[in-house]
């Protein structure tokens, strides 16, 4: 598998960032707070997701690099995986619901389908995210494991070949586990035990129930039987008293009757005189009526607005009239512009401002080329300066150098003899004492002769000496002399480069001063193009067209200031403002006139159009049964007026008529006269025994024998409370019966008989017996189960053993080479000194970092397939370590990757990681972290 590329969109403070990976071993070099870490953690989360759901931000990652604008957490990663080249896009909410994942083909965009419920890491390379954290993944100062996971521990486990890598010894003795749990909880009361013990509980209870149901279910029949009889014998005195209710009740609604029959008049009388109100409210056939009166309003109302609009018209009218006259008296005064012709100013004026453009033209085409000229003497002087500067730098090195006039006069020696000091030969003296004493001798002694021989021989080499001396000298005071000659050349020379130098400075001084000279005119050019009008740069201007154009100018200007004093103007403005003012008007009047005209038809029409809303107002409140002045708009609207209150009390007898019907039919319990009549017949039939035939006989029913002028209403109320608790007591023994029949019907519903009770309890204590049994097996499983994963690591322990102590040793260098790993994945090393084992907390920081790394890389081998191998993402793992060590961990590092043929990506804030990576081998990458 290989990473080929990242896009960050946003990931904590990593926002639009993308990153490339190569092959091999890459080292990214970068400082504190760029994001390094973040860059790895992103790219866990975009194999694995977030699973972290604590609200501390240190432990859930999902807070941690969440964007503090609130925007979500998004990349893009493309990667290598089997041959197949995979995009993966990712998008992360602030809960796991909202995520957003996407895996596609890179090359033709198809969607990938994964299993539900796994992550991209999981479905690809069979990892899962603990097996990445503490494999491949090693964090800043992580390198030991977070401790051993059930997916890492059942994978160590299956290089046994005796247990499959998903069925981890954590998984399944938690299934056992669980089993027992729904057998029997661990604490407090529960599972199938609990609940078939309760079975039995429950059943013996409903055995003594079944035992005294059969017992009292006799008594409840009989005691059923007695009072059934009591509600029979008091349902018969209810009967009676309900007749006497019922003849008292006819009498009331007898003597009700008259009292009705007066309300009855009274409707009757009304009726009459609504009938009155609504004959003056008939108009053409119809009855006028609220609703019918609103719109009559509105034509009123449009008629009124019709009248409005008439005079406004007419005011519009007459305003026309009023402008028109008004223009026609303005018009007159425009009768001295009649003797000019306004084509001929107007040509006039064109061709005047076509020669003032032309001269404009001319003018700057002048000014162009007066600058294009000084541009052209300014670029020759510049190149005339330059030459000269030119000419002096050469000057300036063709003089000789101090060191040019002394070559001829050095010696081989690094300094000059020095010269000679007077009498400094010895020689001669000594010479002199041997020859006066050889005289002496020879005077008194034969002897000294030797002495004298002596001095003669002194003398000959003093005097050799003395000439050597002398020639020395000689040559001193030439040397001296030449020195003396090249010093003044020198300073005639450095006079000279002094004076050239002076001039140089000038010649460059000049040649700046015409180079800005240049840059100015070319600047000023540039404005000028930008100013005037192209075709300016392209003409050469002609100073004959020039005077001629001016000339013509001149003349035109003078024609046209004769044609204005004419017309009383100043300006050729005011002369096309006043032709424009006198076209202006005439055309103003042709058209005031048609508006005249157009207004004064309007105005016929709107009066037309108010005659007829008054025509039709007429015809839609002219009543049907006389004649009513309707003559003028102000008898019309007091009609209008006198319909509305005619309205009005029409309306108000209705409300009358309604309350008195509401009345009586609430007397007569909702029916209508004939009905109730018809129904007060019926009763007085039922309950009287008589023979009404017609509202006589019921008049004079109340006057018969045997009815009462008034029934007692305290007689009648009395009977009602008896009737009432009579059927009070019916309804409560009518409840007692229910109660005793439901107690029945409930036991005569039992669902087993005590023998079948019996049945159900011997097999609840056999389900109960079998129950246990298997719990009992259960725990003794689990128990085999753990000494047969104890004796199962011993398999697969010395396989880890062996590859962490071969990594261990290849990053010690040799120093540490035996190790041992216990079921908890800690580690004791073997020391060179005593040969025994040690725990990892008596070593140093950097070597325990050497031990975990060793660790991690041994189970990342053991537990990933060869075609699954993820690539090492490394946080800064040698911040501990010293050179020595950080080069053993490059270069085993650099080798493990190569052999591979896999890809690490070590992120370090550390400069000198990266240059030991560059001597290590030239094929690691080393960058810095952008």
Same mark, same amino acid.
């Given at each position: 598998?290989?990473?080929?590329?990242?896009? @960050?969109?946003?990931?904590?403070?990593?926002?639009?960032?993308?990153?490339?990976?190569?092959?091999?071993?890459?080292? #990214?070099?970068?400082?504190?707070?760029?994001?390094?870490?973040?860059?790895?953690?992103?790219?866990?989360?975009?194999?694995?997701?977030?699973?972290?759901?604590?609200?501390?931000?240190?432990?859930?990652?999902?807070?941690?690099?969440?964007?503090?604008?609130?925007?979500?957490?998004?990349?893009?990663?493309?990667?290598?995986?089997?041959?197949?080249?995979?995009?993966?896009?990712?998008? $992360?909410?602030k809960t796991k619901a909202s995520d957003q994942c996407h895996l596609?083909?890179?090359?033709?965009?198809?969607?990938?389908?994964?299993?539900?419920?796994?992550?991209?890491?999981?479905?690809?390379?069979?990892?899962?995210?603990?097996? $990445?954290?503490?494999?491949?993944?090693?964090?800043?100062?992580?390198?030991?494991?977070?401790?051993?996971?059930?997916?890492?521990?059942?994978?160590?486990?299956?290089?046994?070949?005796?247990?499959?890598?998903?069925?981890?010894?954590?998984?399944?003795?938690?299934?056992?586990r669980e089993a027992q749990r729904s057998l029997k909880l661990e604490?407090?009361?529960?599972?199938?035990?609990?609940?078939?013990?309760?079975?039995?509980?429950?059943?013996?209870?409903?055995?003594?129930?079944?035992?005294?149901?059969?017992?009292?279910?006799?008594?409840?029949?009989?005691?059923?039987? =007695?009072?059934?009889?009591?509600?029979?014998?008091?349902?018969?005195?209810?009967?009676?008293?309900?007749?006497?209710?019922?003849?008292?009740?006819?009498?009331?609604?007898?003597?009700?009757?008259?009292?009705?029959?007066?309300?009855?008049?009274?409707?009757?009388?009304?009726?009459?005189?609504?009938?009155?109100?609504?004959?003056?409210?008939?108009?053409?056939?119809?009855?006028?009526?609220?609703?019918?009166?609103?719109?009559?309003?509105?034509?009123?109302?449009?008629?009124?607005?019709?009248?409005?609009?008439?005079?406004?018209?007419?005011?519009?009218?007459?305003?026309?009239?009023?402008?028109?006259?008004?223009?026609?008296?303005?018009?007159?005064?425009?009768?001295?512009?009649?003797?000019?012709?306004?084509?001929?100013?107007?040509?006039?004026?064109?061709?005047?401002?076509?020669?003032?453009?032309? =001269?404009?033209?001319?003018?700057?085409?002048?000014?162009?080329?007066?600058?294009?000229?000084?541009?052209?003497?300014?670029?020759?002087?510049?190149?005339?300066?330059?030459?000269?500067?030119?000419?002096?730098?050469?000057?300036?090195?063709?003089?000789?150098?101090?060191?040019?006039?002394?070559?001829?006069?050095?010696?081989?020696?690094?300094?000059?003899?020095?010269?000679?000091?007077?009498?400094?030969?010895?020689?001669?003296?000594?010479?002199?004492? $041997?020859? =006066?004493?050889?005289?002496?001798?020879?005077?008194i002694t034969l002897p000294l002769i030797g002495l004298t021989l002596?001095?003669?021989?002194?003398?000959?080499?003093?005097?050799?000496?003395?000439?050597?001396?002398?020639?020395?000298?000689?040559?001193?005071?030439?040397?001296?002399?030449?020195?003396?000659?090249?010093?003044?050349?020198?300073?005639?020379?450095?006079?000279?480069?002094?004076?050239?130098?002076?001039?140089?400075?000038?010649?460059?001084?000049?040649?700046?001063?015409?180079?800005?000279?240049?840059?100015?005119?070319?600047?000023?050019?540039?404005?000028?193009?930008?100013? #005037?009008?192209?075709?300016?740069?392209?003409?050469?201007?002609?100073?004959?067209?020039?005077?001629?154009?001016?000339?013509?100018?001149?003349?035109?200007?003078?024609?046209?200031?004769?044609?204005?004093?004419?017309?009383?103007?100043?300006?050729?403005?005011?002369?096309?403002?006043?032709?424009?003012?006198?076209?202006?008007?005439?055309?103003?009047?042709?058209?005031?006139?048609?508006?005249?005209?157009?207004?004064?038809?309007?105005?016929?029409?709107?009066?037309?159009?108010?005659?007829?809303?008054?025509?039709?107002?007429?015809?839609?409140?002219?009543?049907?049964?006389?004649?009513?002045?309707?003559?003028?708009?102000?008898?019309?609207?007091?009609?209008?007026?006198?319909?509305?209150?005619?309205? @009005?009390?029409?309306?108000?007898?209705?409300?009358?008529?309604?309350?008195?019907?509401?009345?009586?039919?609430?007397?007569?319990?909702?029916?209508?006269?004939?009905?109730?009549?018809?129904?007060?017949?019926?009763?007085?039939?039922?309950?009287?025994?008589?023979?009404?035939?017609?509202?006589?006989?019921?008049?004079?029913?109340?006057?018969?024998?045997?009815?009462?002028?008034?029934? +007692?209403?305290?007689?009648?109320?009395?009977?009602?409370?008896?009737?009432?608790?009579?059927?009070?007591?019916?309804?409560?023994?009518?409840?007692?019966?229910? +109660?005793?029949?439901?107690?029945?019907?409930?036991?005569?519903?039992?669902?087993?008989?005590?023998?079948?009770?019996?049945?159900?309890?011997?097999?609840?204590?056999?389900?109960?017996?079998?129950?246990?049994?298997?719990?009992?097996?259960?725990?003794?499983?689990?128990?085999?189960?753990?000494?047969?994963?104890?004796?199962?690591?011993?398999?697969?322990?010395?396989?880890?053993?062996?590859?962490?102590?071969?990594?261990?040793?290849?990053?010690?260098?040799?120093?540490?080479?035996?190790?041992?790993?216990?079921?908890?994945?800690?580690?004791?090393?073997?020391?060179?000194?005593?040969?025994?084992?040690?725990?990892?907390?008596?070593?140093?920081?950097?070597?325990?970092?050497?031990?975990?790394?060793?660790?991690?890389?041994?189970?990342?081998?053991?537990?990933?397939?060869?075609?699954?191998?993820?690539?090492?993402?490394?946080?800064?793992?040698?911040?501990?370590?010293?050179?020595?060590?950080?080069?053993?961990?490059?270069?085993?590092?650099?080798?493990?990757?190569?052999?591979?043929?896999?890809?690490?990506?070590?992120?370090?804030?550390?400069?000198?990681?990266?240059?030991?990576?560059?001597?290590?081998?030239?094929?690691?990458?080393?960058?810095?972290?952008?």
């Amino acid at each position: 598998m290989q990473l080929i590329e990242l896009h @960050i969109v946003q990931f904590g403070q990593l926002k639009q960032k993308t990153f490339h990976f190569g092959p091999g071993l890459s080292v #990214i070099a970068g400082e504190n707070e760029q994001g390094k870490s973040t860059l790895l953690n992103c790219l866990k989360a975009m194999f694995f997701g977030f699973s972290g759901t604590r609200r501390s931000i240190r432990d859930n990652d999902r807070l941690r690099y969440l964007p503090w604008d609130g925007t979500k957490i998004a990349a893009n990663l493309i990667f290598e995986h089997a041959g197949i080249r995979y995009r993966l896009e990712r998008v $992360f909410g602030k809960t796991k619901a909202s995520d957003q994942c996407h895996l596609m083909l890179d090359t033709t965009g198809k969607t990938v389908e994964l299993p539900s419920l796994l992550e991209v890491g999981q479905a690809l390379f069979g990892v899962t995210a603990d097996e $990445f954290a503490n494999t491949v993944f090693i964090g800043q100062l992580q390198s030991p494991l977070d401790g051993p996971d059930d997916s890492t521990l059942g994978k160590l486990g299956n290089l046994s070949g005796a247990l499959d890598e998903k069925l981890s010894y954590n998984t399944l003795v938690e299934k056992i586990r669980e089993a027992q749990r729904s057998l029997k909880l661990e604490r407090g009361v529960g599972g199938l035990l609990a609940e078939l013990q309760q079975k039995i509980g429950q059943a013996d209870s409903d055995r003594e129930v079944a035992i005294s149901n059969e017992s009292t279910q006799q008594l409840r029949i009989t005691h059923l039987n =007695v009072l059934t009889h009591q509600v029979d014998t008091i349902e018969l005195s209810k009967k009676s008293l309900s007749d006497r209710i019922s003849h008292l009740k006819t009498q009331a609604r007898l003597q009700q009757f008259e009292r009705l029959k007066a309300r009855q008049s009274e409707q009757v009388e009304l009726r009459t005189k609504l009938r009155r109100h609504e004959s003056l409210l008939f108009v053409q056939g119809q009855l006028i009526g609220t609703q019918a009166l609103a719109p009559i309003r509105l034509q009123l109302q449009a008629a009124r607005e019709a009248e409005a609009k008439v005079l406004s018209q007419q005011q519009a009218v007459e305003a026309q009239r009023v402008e028109k006259g008004r223009e026609e008296a303005i018009i007159r005064n425009f009768a001295d512009l009649e003797g000019i012709d306004r084509q001929v100013v107007e040509q006039q004026a064109l061709r005047r401002d076509t020669l003032l453009s032309r =001269v404009k033209l001319l003018k700057d085409a002048q000014r162009y080329q007066a600058l294009n000229d000084q541009l052209l003497q300014a670029k020759s002087q510049l190149v005339e300066r330059e030459a000269t500067e030119k000419n002096l730098q050469i000057e300036i090195e063709n003089l000789p150098t101090r060191a040019q006039l002394d070559a001829p006069f050095t010696t081989q020696s690094d300094a000059p003899p020095a010269p000679l000091k007077a009498h400094r030969n010895p020689f001669m003296i000594v010479a002199l004492i $041997f020859m =006066v004493l050889g005289v002496l001798g020879a005077i008194i002694t034969l002897p000294l002769i030797g002495l004298t021989l002596i001095g003669v021989v002194l003398a000959i080499v003093a005097y050799r000496q003395s000439a050597r001396d002398q020639q020395a000298t000689d040559q001193v005071a030439k040397q001296a002399e030449a020195a003396e000659i090249a010093n003044r050349a020198a300073d005639q020379a450095n006079q000279q480069r002094s004076l050239l130098e002076t001039k140089l400075q000038a010649a460059q001084a000049l040649t700046d001063g015409a180079r800005q000279n240049l840059t100015n005119l070319s600047r000023q050019i540039q404005d000028l193009i930008n100013e #005037i009008r192209p075709e300016a740069t392209a003409i050469i201007p002609d100073l004959t067209e020039l005077a001629e154009a001016e000339r013509e100018v001149i003349s035109l200007q003078q024609t046209l200031q004769n044609d204005l004093t004419a017309t009383g103007c100043a300006q050729l403005t005011d002369l096309y403002v006043r032709f424009s003012q006198a076209e202006t008007l005439h055309l103003s009047i042709s058209a005031r006139a048609n508006r005249l005209a157009q207004a004064i038809e309007q105005q016929q029409v709107l009066e037309s159009l108010a005659k007829k809303h008054w025509q039709e107002l007429v015809l839609s409140i002219k009543p049907d049964n006389g004649s009513v002045d309707l003559s003028s708009p102000i008898a019309i609207e007091a009609h209008i007026d006198e319909l509305t209150k005619l309205d @009005i009390q029409a309306e108000a007898l209705r409300d009358q008529i309604k309350q008195s019907e509401s009345a009586l039919r609430e007397a007569t319990d909702g029916l209508s006269w004939p009905e109730y009549v018809q129904q007060l017949e019926t009763v007085a039939k039922e309950g009287a025994g008589l023979a009404l035939q017609d509202l006589a006989d019921l008049t004079n029913l109340t006057d018969r024998p045997g009815f009462p002028d008034t029934v +007692g209403t305290e007689d009648l109320a009395s009977l009602e409370q008896q009737n009432s608790e009579l059927s009070d007591q019916i309804a409560r023994l009518h409840a007692e019966i229910s +109660g005793i029949r439901s107690a029945i019907q409930h036991s005569a519903k039992m669902p087993k008989m005590v023998v079948e009770y019996d049945t159900d309890i011997r097999n609840l204590r056999h389900q109960l017996g079998d129950a246990q049994a298997y719990y009992d097996g259960l725990e003794l499983a689990r128990k085999s189960f753990m000494d047969a994963y104890e004796e199962l690591q011993e398999t697969f322990g010395p396989v880890l053993n062996e590859k962490a102590a071969m990594v261990l040793e290849k990053l010690t260098n040799g120093k540490y080479h035996g190790l041992k790993i216990d079921r908890g994945f800690n580690v004791r090393v073997e020391t060179p000194e005593d040969g025994r084992f040690h725990e990892w907390d008596y070593f140093s920081g950097g070597t325990v970092d050497q031990i975990y790394l060793a660790l991690r890389l041994a189970v990342s081998d053991v537990i990933t397939a060869e075609a699954q191998k993820m690539p090492l993402l490394l946080d800064d793992i040698f911040v501990q370590y010293d050179d020595e060590r950080t080069l053993a961990g490059l270069k085993f590092l650099y080798e493990k990757v190569a052999a591979e043929q896999g890809q690490a990506l070590l992120l370090t804030s550390h400069n000198r990681v990266g240059e030991m990576a560059e001597t290590v081998s030239p094929a690691i990458s080393v960058s810095k972290f952008i």
